[in-house]
């Protein structure tokens, strides 16, 4: 537990004044750490378990994108929220973040308003993850967020789309044949299965804001805010190679037994008044559409913003 009440961030980067700005604009509201260089950074990273890092991209000894993979790497610091800061309008480079698990980006030279406002939006997301740890909001046997963790950030999110004109994709997936999976091994190994799956949906989920939860049974959904439909598909067909690619032991050493999964996507850039239930029920649809469909596949489709 944190000894200050304040939020605390890591800001890295090897230029005094860019130091110096930051520091003034974001000390008032949280408790600040400074790093001048990437080896610096991750020390601190490693000892204070900042609550999010503004990171340089470029910097003396290590690279900015080197040091996200570091953390991503590691269960105790995957979830720190990074936001890149940059000088460069590189449309690469900010894909390449965004790839790598950055949430956001900043610009050089810094606007006070939009660091506040960019550092709040995703600290909230904080806030909530540690109100999701202290209501028990997951689910017990897969460790990811339950129904009603997911309904509460979908909501959040949705708002937070529509605010901020950016788009948002949800991927509703079902375990193909679950009951006879169950019924062939044993619920004791359906439990097994459905804690791998979740394992395969956490790993996909590389941004803090990003949300696998378990549903209900077999049923997942994910959640990806600023993500449009072409990247969410991407995620999707890659989770459904993960999982069929995924042999799990079977319960006392009699071999190995597989799965398949089926996904439905929806991707929207809502207006202020398209409905959230219009969305995930769309989802809905395209789930379904993929089991009619063989099952083991990704269907997709984009639901029509209101104004």
């Excluded at 037994?257 to 850039?269: D, E």
């Amino acid at each position: 537990m944190k000894t200050s009440p304040k939020f605390t961030i890591l800001i890295v980067d090897d230029e005094k004044v860019n130091l110096a700005v930051l520091n003034r604009i974001l000390s008032d509201e949280y408790r600040i750490f400074i790093a001048k260089s990437g080896e610096t950074a991750l020390q601190l990273i490693a000892s204070e378990k900042p609550d999010m890092i503004l990171l340089d991209v470029i910097l003396p000894d290590i690279n900015g994108f080197d040091i996200i993979v570091k953390l991503k790497e590691k269960p105790d610091t995957k979830n720190i929220p990074v936001i890149c800061i940059t000088g460069s309008d590189s449309e690469a480079d900010e894909e390449k973040g965004f790839r790598l698990g950055a949430v956001d980006y900043i610009m050089k030279p810094f606007s006070s308003s939009i660091v506040k406002a960019r550092v709040r939006t995703h600290m909230e997301i904080v806030r909530q993850m540690r109100a999701v740890e202290r209501l028990g909001l997951t689910d017990p046997l897969t460790n990811i967020s339950n129904r009603r963790s997911f309904d509460d950030r979908l909501n959040m999110e949705w708002r937070r789309a529509i605010r901020e004109k950016k788009p948002i994709s949800c991927l509703m997936i079902d375990i193909d044949n679950f009951k006879n999976y169950n019924d062939t091994y044993g619920h004791q190994q359906g439990d097994i299965l459905l804690k791998k799956i979740a394992k395969i949906f956490s790993s996909r989920a590389r941004r803090p804001a990003d949300l696998p939860a378990r549903l209900g049974g077999e049923e997942f959904g994910m959640l990806f805010p600023d993500t449009d439909g072409e990247a969410a598909v991407s995620i999707a067909e890659g989770i459904r190679s993960d999982v069929e690619a995924l042999r799990v032991p079977i319960a006392g050493g009699e071999g190995v037994s597989a799965a398949t999964i089926s996904i439905g996507v929806v991707s929207a850039a809502p207006g202020r008044n398209a409905p959230v239930k219009d969305f995930i029920s769309l989802a809905g649809e395209y789930l379904y559409a993929a089991k009619r469909a063989g099952k083991n596949r990704v269907r997709s489709g984009s639901m029509t913003a209101s104004l």
